[in-house]
């Protein structure tokens, strides 16, 4: 199972980003995963940003995120999204990619920098 995520990078406040994460080697297909993003900053514990259902009928969101980030999925692509908009520089973190089936997968994560 892989999981690679991209889209990270440096970014005003204010300013947007969209991660993307492509999967691929599940034993199951992809539309039967839950998909989520989380992200941990230096010295913090990991934490869940948002999550999306297998058929993507469902959503929830941290907090601070809710109204600003939005998660998608595209089944036909092995794709999870995640577009971040009004990124404030309490965002900035690695963000990672979850996959889970029972078993959680994990990606390599990628670093998004909110400053000015």
């Known amino acids: 199972v892989q999981l690679v995520e991209s889209g990270g990078g440096l970014v005003q406040p204010g300013g947007s980003l969209r991660l993307s994460c492509a999967a691929s080697g599940f034993t199951f297909t992809f539309s039967s995963y839950g998909m989520s993003w989380y992200r941990q900053a230096p010295g913090e514990e990991r934490e869940l940003v948002a999550a999306i259902s297998i058929v993507g009928g469902i959503t929830n969101y941290a907090d601070s995120v809710k109204g600003r980030f939005t998660i998608s999925r595209d089944n036909a692509k092995n794709t999870v999204y995640l577009q971040m908009n009004s990124l404030k520089p309490e965002d900035t973190a690695v963000y990672y990619c979850?996959?889970?089936?029972?078993?959680?997968?994990w990606g390599q994560g990628t670093q998004v920098t909110v400053s000015s």
């Open positions: 979850n996959a889970r089936r029972g078993l959680q997968y």
